[in-house]
């Protein structure tokens, strides 16, 4: 939460989201959140996507 800079409204509301589309799901028995399976393949696209995104950019400078 410090490190993200952060409320602790800001979080709980993040948080609740995230695991309302199940991308997080939390274990009550340890007290803690977990990406879950749809979460990963959340990431493994969005990083995907990013670095397309990042070839696009470069390969458009190139020509400026």
Do not use: C, P, W
């Not at 409320?7 to 991308?23: I, W």
């Not at 340890?30 to 470069?58: A, C, D, P």
Request: glycine letters at 6%; aromatic letters at 10%.
């Amino acid at each position: 939460m410090h490190k993200v800079f952060l409320t602790s409204a800001q979080l709980k509301e993040y948080l609740m989201m995230l695991t309302e589309n199940d991308l997080l799901g939390y274990d009550s028995a340890t007290r803690k959140f977990k990406t879950t399976q749809k979460g990963h393949r959340f990431l493994e696209i969005y990083n995907n996507m990013s670095g397309v995104m990042e070839e696009i950019n470069k390969n458009s400078n190139l020509g400026t």
